[in-house]
């Protein structure tokens, strides 16, 4: 069965203060780890997907990467409008594409 | 936008009353899904589509059930709704390769 952990669950940080939001995992065969934002009453929107241990990806002030047993999201010198709660999830090999999701980490970004 | 739609956006039922949740997109994705979402519990899979009257079964699929007669529909139905069924309802296509997206959701109440 597909697990996964994120930490912390919640992250208060001052403007400009950079950080990180963990993601473990353990998954039978990972076809890709994916990570959503979500703002209070919307849907999970995409943001990145990894495949293998050692890529990175990077959007605005966000860059995600990926070992065997973990993600992470870096958060680089955070704004306000970067409130949100960050999902990650796992899909598996011949899954017909179904994702396990973390429970969240819930950031706030004082201005 | 992946051009989801669902219907109603909020719906307050009473206990034992059926409910049908609708999910409607316009990309002709093969691939859809219904999640719940739950304080504690994040999102969950309750039933996903791979094809017209293709479904199968997710991580919490008792007490639904799903209908899928034509490519752009996927109906959600909980034949006698409960309090434990109050939650947040998304709906997701699969765009290829490997990525969902997620609908806008309904906020269900069974009171």
């Known amino acids: 069965e597909d697990q996964v952990t994120q930490s912390p669950e919640a992250l208060r940080l001052q403007e400009g203060e950079s950080s990180s939001l963990n993601c473990s995992y353990t998954?039978?065969?990972?076809?890709?780890l994916f990570w959503y934002r979500q703002d209070p009453g919307k849907g999970p929107e995409f943001l990145f997907t990894l495949y293998s241990a050692g890529e990175e990806k990077e959007k605005e002030r966000l860059k995600a990467t990926l070992t065997k047993k973990e993600s992470f999201l870096h958060i680089t010198a955070p704004k306000p409008e970067d409130s949100a709660t960050y999902l990650c999830?796992?899909?598996?090999?011949?899954?017909?594409?179904?994702?396990?999701f973390g429970k969240g980490t819930l950031l706030t970004v004082n201005p | 936008d992946a051009g989801i739609t669902q219907s109603p956006r909020h719906k307050v039922t009473e206990t034992g009353t059926p409910v049908t949740l609708r999910c409607h997109q316009t990309e002709n994705h093969r691939y859809m899904y219904w999640y719940r979402q739950d304080p504690g519990h994040g999102l969950r899979l309750i039933h996903y589509?791979?094809?017209?009257?293709?479904?199968d079964k997710g991580e919490v699929s008792d007490g639904y059930s799903v209908s899928r007669s034509k490519t752009e529909d996927f109906l959600l139905t909980l034949e006698s709704a409960t309090s434990s069924q109050t939650s947040v309802y998304f709906c997701a296509i699969l765009s290829e390769p490997d990525t969902q997206y997620f609908g806008p959701g309904t906020r269900l109440t069974v009171l």
């Open positions: 999830a796992v899909q598996s090999g011949g899954s017909n594409y179904k994702l396990t």
């Open positions: 998954v039978s065969g990972l076809r890709g």
């Open positions: 589509s791979y094809g017209v009257k293709d479904t």
